[in-house]
């Protein structure tokens, strides 16, 4: 069982930059893929990044395009940590961010929600214009 915390959410301009944290419970951190998704009122749930597990060479990341070159996601192994930093805000970044777990054993990073086994309350993110 892993339990997620997010928090960094926050109101920000547009242009400006957050930090989102999500803090992971238990021992197996590192062999988690780990992903942020996002949900806008009224729309679906959307990837927006993730990384693969630990234990190769690197830790591979994908982004959603709408925030490639914008976000970056990292992960601490050792403080059980994975955050997403957040540049260039736009007005449609306004959403719930979520953090959620894989147990996937590969390297692949995956981007469809329901695969990833656990999920944070999530922590709301709004850019005002």
């Known amino acids: 069982q892993v339990q997620l915390v997010e928090s960094g959410g926050g109101l920000v301009q547009a242009g400006g930059s957050l930090r989102l944290s999500c803090a992971a419970s238990g021992r197996t951190f590192s062999s988690y893929a780990m992903g942020w998704f996002r949900q806008a009122p009224g729309k679906e749930r959307d990837f927006v990044a993730g990384?693969?597990?630990?234990?190769?060479?690197?830790?591979?990341?994908d982004y959603a395009d709408a925030v490639k070159g914008r976000f970056t996601i990292s992960r601490d192994n050792a403080k059980n940590m994975v955050y997403l930093q957040m540049n260039s805000l736009k007005p449609e970044d306004t959403a719930v961010y979520y953090c959620a777990a894989d147990r996937n054993p590969t390297t692949i990073v995956r981007r469809r929600g329901p695969l990833y086994d656990y999920w944070g309350q999530g922590t709301q993110v709004t850019v005002s214009s």
């Open positions: 990384i693969s597990r630990s234990g190769g060479i690197t830790d591979f990341t």
